[in-house]
Structures are given as C-alpha cells and as structure tokens.
C-alpha cells in the first residue's frame, strides 16, 4: 500500500483499519490477530486510496474454532495456510506507521492488539501521526440518537448493511462517519431538521434478537463499548 495522495508531504493520509481476533476464554490466554484490514483515505476528499486486508495464522491454532459461530467466518481451516503475524508485520507497519488512525473503538482495543502483536515478535510498533476514535467522536456529537453505540448498530441506523470481514468493517466505519458529519451539517443549518423526532436504534431487530442466534461479534464483542453509553 504505498502512498498515492496528491497532497504535499507533511499532510499526512488517513488510515482506517480493523482487527479480527480471537477472544480468550479461560485465564491466561491472549487475544490473538487473526484478520488485519486498512483502507488510506484522502483526507481531504474522505475517498478510499488504497486498501490492505490479510488473515493471519496465530501461534496456537487450537485458538480457532473448527467451525465458527463468528460474523466473520473464520475458521481454523481459513487461517491455517495464512501468513503468520511476523511475515507480514512490515507490511502492517508500513500502512499505520506516520499515518493518522481511524477506527471505531481503536483506542482501546485495536491500537493494543497492534502493540501487542509487534512486542511478541520483538519489532517496535507503528506510531500514528494522529487518531480518531469514531466511538469517542460519536459519542461526543451524536450519541444522542446512536443507541449503543455498536457499529453494527451505526450501519444499521443508517441502512449500510451488516459487517463480516474486516476489510468490510473500516468501509462500513467510513461511511458511518460520512453520514454522521452529514446529519450534523443539516442540524447546524436547518433548526427543523435537529428538532425532528429520530428513530431509536435500539429498536432495530437484528437477525441474532430474532431468531436466537449466536449474536455477531459486534452485539457482545471484545470491541463492544460499555453498555452505559447508550
């Protein structure tokens, strides 16, 4: 993913990116990268540059599922024949590192697992020119009407559809910031649009609230944000 932008260096691009990992289940075990995606972004024109997306074989594969219960699909047998994270870790430096960093709950989850995975392997971390935290942002300017929070509960609201891999997931994030900075362009310049009665996301009946299936990772994931923000 080398840099294309039209911009003059010291503007630096944008990089969204997302994280697919296993989540631990008894004391002691780790989260480990299964899934790495990005997208460069414009930063002046939000239009996707380039993009970057690979599966990743963890050490232990008996972390993965045979078969998955997860949104995402991935299986035991999916990342097996995968690069491990060493063999492609200065590719995924090469995409964040002087970039700025965007993505939905990163600061808390994301930017770890990346600093984690790079300190296993003995390799300093990517260090980002700059972060936005959509969770942090839309919380801040549009929590109000957002529900829980979830970015499947964001798309949703929004008609975008459902997220599954991780590629998916940062074009799903950028078109929900897209439609957010809208919304609150419209409010700021049109009194009747902000005094409108909003649906509730909450009320969206999702396919695992309706027929009792295993819920998507972002309904009760390790990146899920707390419950109180909703």
Not at 61 to 77: E, P, Q, Y
Not at 120 to 146: C, H, N, Q, W, Y
Request: aromatic residues 6%.
């Amino acid at each position: 993913m080398e840099s294309s932008s039209p911009y003059p260096v010291g503007s630096p691009e944008i990089v969204v990116f997302d994280l697919e990992t296993t989540v631990p289940n008894r004391a002691g075990q780790r989260f480990r990268v299964l899934e790495f995606g990005a997208i460069t972004v414009c930063p002046r024109k939000l239009v996707e540059l380039d993009s970057y997306s690979t599966l990743i074989r963890p050490k232990d594969l008996s972390a993965v599922a045979l078969k998955s219960g997860r949104c995402d699909g991935i299986t035991r047998g999916a990342v097996s024949n995968a690069p491990a994270f060493e063999e492609v870790a200065d590719k995924i430096f090469s995409i964040l590192n002087g970039r700025i960093w965007a993505g939905h709950n990163i600061q808390r989850f994301d930017c770890v697992r990346i600093k984690e995975a790079f300190a296993e392997i003995g390799k300093p971390a990517p260090v980002p020119a700059g972060m936005i935290d959509s969770l942090g942002v839309l919380t801040e300017r549009f929590g109000r009407r957002a529900g829980n929070m979830k970015m499947a509960t964001l798309a949703a609201y929004f008609g975008l559809g459902k997220q599954k891999h991780s590629l998916d997931d940062v074009r799903m994030n950028l078109e929900v910031l897209k439609h957010c900075a809208t919304v609150l362009f419209l409010e700021s310049c049109l009194p009747s649009v902000s005094n409108a009665k909003w649906c509730n996301p909450s009320t969206i009946v999702t396919r695992s609230r309706s027929n009792g299936k295993l819920p998507c990772r972002e309904e009760n994931s390790r990146k899920s944000p707390p419950t109180t923000l909703g």
